[in-house]
């Protein structure tokens, strides 16, 4: 969605004789696309337009222009979920990419052996289905839980509780997930990325009477540029279009406390028969990832 | 290289370890629980005292565990050698031939990596139920083959851009189509890069939840992911039972990340800042 289409050049096979037609390429491509625009790209658009209908899915559809759009605006649980995304991109996004920028100031200066064992520890959460790790954490969070077990065995006993389902702390609490998920691959970025940076250049600082600090602002963030926005990227992205781990966790509750737009498209297409309202909020949704995502690598960029 | 002082040598492993435990503890915490014997109330990090394999049984066959696999099996097998395929043709073309507009194109194509499923499944349901696709793994299966689209092209041709052109051009002069140049010598050259996308294909296909819960709706065909969340909702009780059913779900994938580490962290990193 968003990004306009570019023109793409047909697969003309001309049948010039004597030289092969520069498109003739396009025959390898063809499949590729064919596929990719029919399931991907013009589903994108059929929800543009099926947001601007009211329709239950079954009967005829009435056409409402951008009565959806208005709706999203004036309805408080839709204003809602929104803002909860937004509050997940602090868990997804800047806490990860925080803890990783700060264990990359620690451990950047050395190389050090057997970094492959804890590598693959952190990726671990990375590759294993979000549903599997919703679950894990909804046991961990739940009355019998560790998470409370742990706060009792420090003697916390006055604050354990059911931690999904309380009102103030369930949003705080997925969004914590988000953090244990995406903090181990942004670590691991920026590790690798420093891998690259000359050795000289930490050897020269170091001549000049550069501590830790001085060192990790003028050598390695420096160098960190590119992978900084990928990390942004990918968290943020996780952050505003997450619904995996919100379904199985909390499902939205307790309340409205943790509906993600995701959850609404889900549940308002599906089990509420406001299909046109569901495509709204989805290209609502499409087009916030696709500003963010245009922002950050137009920063990354112009900065560089 | 520089070797570190003992004190910051040993202060840095500190803090990684602890990162460490933090990631391995929850998993750990899920993995004892599915120990325990069935039907008992778990509480946190508690060493079974005695370690029973039946809930992993009672999942595997009573909550039917070795359907959801299978299912899950069925769409990552037609997922992944489609995607490679098409992949594969699309990225020699787009990364070795000058093909007018080409860069327009592939832009087209890594323009799609933010889509979000959110945003394609609504009209999806309802289309592809009129080729009664809904309920079916052909449905699934082709949706993903499209989602996954972008990264697998944009990783080919990357990956053919930097196969030197000189290969390409003394084939070319010897007569060679392109069709031979790609079977013949480009291929054997890619088989790092077609097992790294293979893979990441493969786990994408696997935790795939979203658009299964919406395109297949018969309980009795869903795929491990979509099972698992929908076990989840009917029987929180059975906290072992579920447990052993969380992890048959991670198996598979696990499995592959200890054998292919390299290939993954060649995706999940390299991929992702090469976007």
């Known amino acids: 969605m968003g990004s306009r289409p570019p023109r793409s050049e047909p697969p003309v096979r001309t049948a010039s004789p004597r030289r092969r037609s520069p498109y003739r390429g396009y025959v390898y491509v063809l499949p590729a696309f064919a596929v990719y625009l029919a399931f991907a790209v013009l589903p994108a658009l059929h929800t543009a337009y099926l947001s601007l209908f009211e329709w239950d899915g079954v009967t005829l559809g009435d056409w409402v222009g951008l009565g959806n759009y208005q709706e999203i605006l004036q309805d408080s649980i839709l204003r809602r979920s929104v803002f909860n995304a937004l509050v997940l991109v602090v868990f997804f996004s800047f806490v990860p990419i925080a803890l990783g920028l700060a264990m990359t100031g620690l451990l950047a200066r050395y190389r050090r052996p057997g970094m492959g064992a804890y590598r693959f520890l952190f990726m671990l959460p990375q590759v294993v289905p979000l549903v599997a790790v919703g679950v894990t954490w909804r046991w961990l969070y739940g009355d019998d839980g560790l998470v409370n077990q742990a706060l009792g065995a420090v003697g916390l006993d006055g604050v354990t509780r059911a931690w999904l389902g309380d009102f103030g702390a369930a949003l705080i609490a997925v969004g914590l997930v988000g953090t244990w998920v995406l903090s181990g691959l942004c670590m691991m970025l920026f590790l690798s990325g420093v891998q690259k940076v000359d050795p000289h250049l930490y050897e020269a600082a170091r001549l000049d009477g550069a501590g830790p600090v001085r060192e990790f602002v003028s050598v390695t963030l420096p160098h960190l540029r590119g992978e900084l926005a990928v990390a942004m990227t990918v968290t943020t992205v996780a952050a505003l279009a997450s619904f995996d781990i919100v379904y199985v966790t909390t499902n939205g509750g307790p309340g409205e406390q943790t509906t993600v737009p995701g959850l609404l498209v889900y549940r308002l297409a599906f089990s509420e028969g406001k299909v046109g309202l569901a495509a709204a909020l989805a290209v609502v949704l499409g087009c916030l990832i696709l500003a963010i995502v245009y922002l950050i690598n137009r920063l990354s960029r112009s900065e560089s | ?275």
């Open chain 2, 1 to 275: 290289m520089n070797t570190a002082t003992r004190s910051e040598r040993w202060s840095g492993y500190a803090l990684l370890t602890v990162m460490a435990i933090a990631v391995v503890v929850p998993f750990l915490s899920v993995f004892l629980a599915s120990l325990q014997p069935a039907g008992t109330p778990v509480v946190g990090l508690t060493w079974p005292e005695r370690w029973s394999w039946d809930n992993y049984e009672q999942a595997w066959s009573v909550a039917g565990f070795s359907d959801l696999i299978r299912h899950s099996l069925t769409i990552a097998l037609g997922v992944v050698p489609a995607s490679l395929l098409l992949a594969t043709l699309a990225g020699y073309a787009l990364g070795t031939a000058r093909l007018p507009g080409g860069n327009a194109v592939a832009a087209f194509f890594v323009a799609g990596l933010t889509i979000p499923v959110e945003l394609i499944v609504v009209p999806l349901y309802f289309d592809l139920r009129g080729f009664g696709l809904t309920n079916s793994y052909l449905g699934v299966i082709l949706v993903e083959i499209a989602l996954f689209m972008p990264f697998s092209v944009f990783w080919m041709r990357t990956h053919f851009q930097s196969t030197p052109a000189s290969l390409v051009e003394a084939a070319r002069i010897d007569g060679a189509s392109s069709a031979t140049i790609l079977l013949r010598i480009l291929l054997p050259l890619a088989r790092p890069s077609l097992m790294t996308l293979g893979l990441l294909v493969f786990m994408w296909s696997w935790n795939q939840f979203l658009l299964v819960l919406v395109l297949i709706q018969d309980t009795t065909k869903h795929t491990a992911p979509a099972g698992l969340g929908f076990f989840v909702g009917q029987n929180t009780t059975d906290i072992p039972t579920l447990a052993a059913g969380t992890i048959i779900v991670m198996l598979p994938i696990l499995i592959l990340f200890v054998i292919f580490q390299r290939s993954f962290m060649a995706g999940l990193l390299q991929g992702a800042t090469k976007g």
